[in-house]
């Protein structure tokens, strides 16, 4: 063999073992990724708060069958606020878009995914909440995330509650306002804040209509009354109050008998409950989401299918305003029952999220097992998605629910609770 070739398999024995060694370097690195996140996922399991996804089989609505569960099981933590998930006229709606309008848009709003019936359930959403204009997201999550950065600047601040969801937190992170906090519903500690930025050009007070952990509602009378002496503005997200809170399902705002400059809220919960957000609020503000807001720009438009479902249940909603009246009525019945058991109840009495607070996250985790194997679908929350300490079973009722379908859920929480040890 002459030097030339030799010079040649030399070359390519190099090459190759470099390639081993970048490949052997990059396999390491894969499993040391891997070990790190069996580590996480691990720590997880010890402390209890793994969460498992049980696999329904059916529509939503207030009975379920769930995979691996025998018969019908009675579902008390849904959004399903007004049992319109699986309402025939919401799904004939549905099916009937498929059939004019398509699958979906395969584009953004601006380029070629807006259809008039889009535009149809934005007038929609503007007239149930008397705003001048909404815009529509593919999520509240994706609305959250475009109207800080869209509508604050460097020059503005805006103040938000501790306890706000996390969508409206990382909404706020975008943003290059100053970013200040308040104790939760702390009326004193939000004065401060105002204060501390007054002079900033604008400031913008946000807090959530109803806390979804919590079950309690923000003092909206009160936060107003300071953004007037402070010359503030206020944005609500009403994802649990769209629909079914106050007297006719308009929310917050209608339950305290006032009007906030911003509202944010959801499609996917009590309005048909399938996806998409929206924002409602002044024309200026939605003329420029149009046109800056990166969510809105940058991300399919919603689905003709989930427009024309939301949208009739939004009929719904607006042509039977006794459907909120029994919400409350169901949820009056079912706090009433577990407080006499002896259960701790947190949240507002008027609202139909309803925490049924236990602390222990093992325990939160084993009753909701017990729970649905007496036919109840609940689950248990605990960190990181409510405070240490604070796990819970957030019960959700729903218009769909009958007094019957209540008074069963109550005495397999008694049963339960007598045998966990939580009540006597």
């Known amino acids: 063999m002459n030097m030339a070739n030799l010079a040649k398999i030399k070359q390519l024995f190099n090459k190759t073992s470099l390639f081993l060694e970048k490949q052997h370097r990059w396999m390491s690195a894969v499993a040391a990724t891997r070990s790190i996140l069996e580590k996480e996922l691990e720590n997880i399991k010890a402390a209890g708060t793994y969460k498992n996804e049980r696999i329904i089989t059916s529509p939503q609505g207030p009975s379920i069958t769930v995979k691996s569960s025998q018969g019908q099981i009675l579902n008390f933590c849904a959004n399903n606020y007004l049992g319109l998930s699986s309402h025939p006229e919401v799904i004939e709606a549905g099916k009937k878009a498929l059939d004019t309008h398509g699958a979906g848009l395969s ?33 509240c999550f994706d609305a959250n995330a475009g109207v800080f950065e869209t509508l604050l600047s460097p020059e503005d601040a805006v103040i938000s509650d501790e306890l706000n969801h996390a969508s409206i937190i990382d909404g706020i992170r975008l943003c290059k306002a100053q970013r200040l906090r308040y104790k939760h519903r702390d009326l004193e500690d939000l004065e401060k804040q105002l204060e501390e930025a007054k002079s900033c050009r604008q400031r913008l007070i946000a807090t959530d209509g109803v806390f979804s952990m919590d079950g309690n509602i923000a003092p909206l009378k009160d936060i107003t009354k300071l953004a007037k002496k402070h010359n503030a503005l206020v944005f609500i997200d009403e994802c649990h109050a769209t629909g079914f809170f106050g007297p006719t399902g308009r929310g917050t705002e209608e339950h305290f008998n006032l009007s906030v400059d911003i509202i944010n809220s959801t499609l996917g919960k009590a309005l048909g409950g399938a996806a998409g957000g929206y924002t409602a609020g002044p024309k200026q ?23 024309a479902c939301a949208s009739k249940a939004l009929d719904l909603v607006m042509s039977n305003t006794d459907l909120p009246k029994q919400v409350l009525a169901n949820t009056q019945r079912f706090r009433a029952k577990m407080l006499n058991a002896g259960f701790t109840i947190s949240g507002d009495p008027c609202h139909p999220i309803c925490p049924v607070m236990l602390g222990d996250a093992r325990l939160a985790s084993e009753f909701a097992d017990q729970m649905l194997g007496n036919g109840i679908y609940v689950i248990g929350f605990s960190y990181p998605v409510v405070p240490k300490g604070k796990a819970r079973i957030r019960v959700q009722i729903s218009a769909a629910h009958s007094e019957k379908d209540i008074d069963r859920a109550v005495d397999a929480f008694i049963k339960i609770g007598r045998n966990l040890k939580v009540i006597k």
Do not use: M, W
């Open 107 to 139: 584009s953004v709003r601006f380029i070629c995914g807006t259809q008039d019936i889009h535009k149809d359930l934005e007038s929609k959403i503007a007239k149930f909440h008397n705003k001048e204009d909404a815009i529509l997201y593919i999520s």
């Open 285 to 307: 503000l939605i003329d420029l989401l149009r046109q800056r807001s990166r969510p809105y720009l940058f991300s399919n438009t919603l689905p003709p299918p989930v427009v």
